[in-house]
């Protein structure tokens, strides 16, 4: 198991190549090695999968794993996350297996959202909620910044599903199925009817993945929000299209700052709320999703 390399020793060359080194000679194929730790690799051509263009890199052979320590080992990468983790968000529970505690990040999730000011006031004075929000966005820093390792890791391991065996989630006591937990375009209608179906008490983050379409100030709420391109449609036995979108609020103005743009591909860990609007005599049915970001280390540009 390993993250994909973007660049690679080259034998014949007896130096560091890039991949387009090897589109433009493919003589390079041969006697590739580990930048790390030396093992033998292999080059991978651009291609598509899951309406992704998954870009040319280096990879490593059957059978050959990465040293632990080298920095391309997942394991290895997961374990690091581990140890800088804040209050064992990301907790060992062996030496392969991990333990992400979502309770931890619910909680102070909950506590930034419940002391947002609804409206906000130019000259207030600090107040005991205030400072109480200001101690809980501390913790809810920390704590994201391990989601966006994870989120960033899963995104350039080799297959997406290596982290799903070494890092096991729980939330209230209750273990949670990445499944359930991580969301790309083509489940969006999973994610819709999993938040439908959940019990208040049992409501956790999950997180979302897919694609700016646009970004509109609000101006009635006073806030930009994201709307990503509508995730795979269903067609219903009655000729019904099923459509889901999913809508982000940004509820602090330091995510404006990110340089978010139309057509990035971003992926946001938050508590989500789901609903259902009809198209007008359309034959057509939203299933929205909607997201509230309170913190800039809620969202991963991938
Ligand atoms: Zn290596």
Known sequence: MAVAMEKAFSKTLGKIIVPTDVSRDDSLRKGLLCTDCNIDITFRIEHERNMRIIPAGFIRKKGIEHKASCRYNTLGQVTIIAKDSDDNVLESINDSKFN???????????????????????????????????????????????????????????????????????????????????????????????????????????????????????????????????????????????????????????????????GQRIALCALCTQGISKGKGTGREFFNIKAELYHKNQIVIL
Not at 200 to 209: D, F, S
């Open 100 to 262: 992400l505690r979502l309770t931890l990040l619910h909680k102070s999730l909950n506590q930034v959202a419940n002391n947002s000011p609804k409206h906000e006031m130019k000259h207030s004075i600090p107040t005991i909620n205030q400072e109480r929000n200001y101690q809980s966005k501390g913790n809810l820093s920390s704590y994201l910044a391990t989601m966006k390792k994870i989120i960033e890791l899963r995104n350039i391991v080799e297959d997406k599903k290596e982290l799903h065996p070494m890092v096991e989630i729980s939330c209230h006591n209750r273990k949670v199925k990445w499944e359930y937990f991580y969301y790309e375009p083509e489940r969006y209608l999973n994610a819709h009817k999993y938040l439908e179906k959940l019990k208040w008490e049992e409501r956790h983050p999950i997180c979302i993945e897919g694609v700016i379409h646009e970004l509109p100030y609000i101006e009635k709420l006073g806030k930009h929000i994201i709307n990503l391109q509508w995730g795979k449609t269903k067609i219903n036995s009655e000729n019904i299209k099923y459509i889901p979108t999913v809508s982000v609020f940004l509820n602090d103005k330091e995510l404006m700052k990110l340089g978010l743009q139309k």
